[in-house]
């Protein structure tokens, strides 16, 4: 069955230090995947996508991911977290054609 | 920039009564979707609909729902004979020309059933 699991409902990084946010993934074929986040009282805003090509992702505001396909694995990246990116992250993946399943979300809180 | 806008914001509706959220996705875009999200908590898709006509569409998409662009401009979500449990956040988006683009996003319309 398709799926993308996001294990941690919440991670916590100080302001400056590195910060990740997992993603796990099961498809049957290629997956197609996204990262996607969330502001509070406002739709989802694209930082990043994984078609082919490359295993290491690079998005918008400094986020990157990378594509491990023998973990099954989507994890998002920052080298230097900031304050403002405190938010709700999701992962997400496109299945058939036009079908996309969202992971959980996992809040990000980076403190000062 | 362009944006996709939702209205109403806001929308409180008797259960039993049908409900239409209203949709404007960006204008050159292709792809369009509804999602709905239940108290800031997961993201749900509900239907994709390309070509005029739905494409792809969720186990929750069932015979209550139905979608329509019914000028080239609006895309519309009905939800008929509404449920308590259908309180939630409607998100409307657009992608622009194939389905691996990124899709854009509407700050959603707030659904409440009483």
């Known amino acids: 069955a398709q799926s993308v699991a996001q294990p941690e409902d919440q991670v916590n990084v100080a302001e400056g230090n590195p910060l990740t946010v997992k993603c796990t993934y099961s498809v049957s074929g290629n997956p197609y995947l996204f990262w996607y986040v969330q502001y509070p009282n406002r739709g989802l805003q694209f930082l990043l996508k994984?078609?082919?090509?490359?295993?290491l992702v690079k998005g918008s505001y400094g986020f990157e991911a990378e594509f491990n396909k023998s973990q099954t694995s989507f994890h998002l990246k920052k080298p230097s977290a900031l304050v403002s990116d405190s938010a709700l992250y999701f992962c997400a993946m496109r299945y058939n054609f036009n079908k996309f399943y969202f992971g959980s979300g996992t809040k990000l809180n980076v403190k000062p | 920039e362009p944006e996709v806008t939702q209205t109403p914001s806001h929308q409180v509706t008797q259960m039993g009564q049908e409900v239409i959220l209203r949709c404007v996705p960006i204008?050159?875009?292709?792809?369009f979707y509804w999602y709905r999200q239940i108290l800031g908590q997961k993201v749900e898709f509900l239907v994709s609909?390309?070509?005029?006509?739905?494409?792809?569409k969720s186990e929750i998409f069932d015979d209550q729902f139905s979608v329509e662009r019914p000028d080239g401009s609006n895309f519309t979500l009905k939800i008929r004979s509404t449920k308590l449990e259908d309180s939630a956040m409607y998100f409307c988006?657009?992608?622009?020309?194939?389905?691996?683009?990124?899709?854009?996003f509407g700050d959603g319309t707030r659904l409440s059933i009483l």
């Open positions: 204008s050159n875009h292709l792809y």
């Open positions: 988006a657009s992608a622009k020309d194939t389905a691996d683009q990124p899709q854009h």
């Open positions: 994984y078609i082919t090509g490359d295993n």
């Open positions: 609909f390309y070509n005029n006509e739905i494409s792809e």
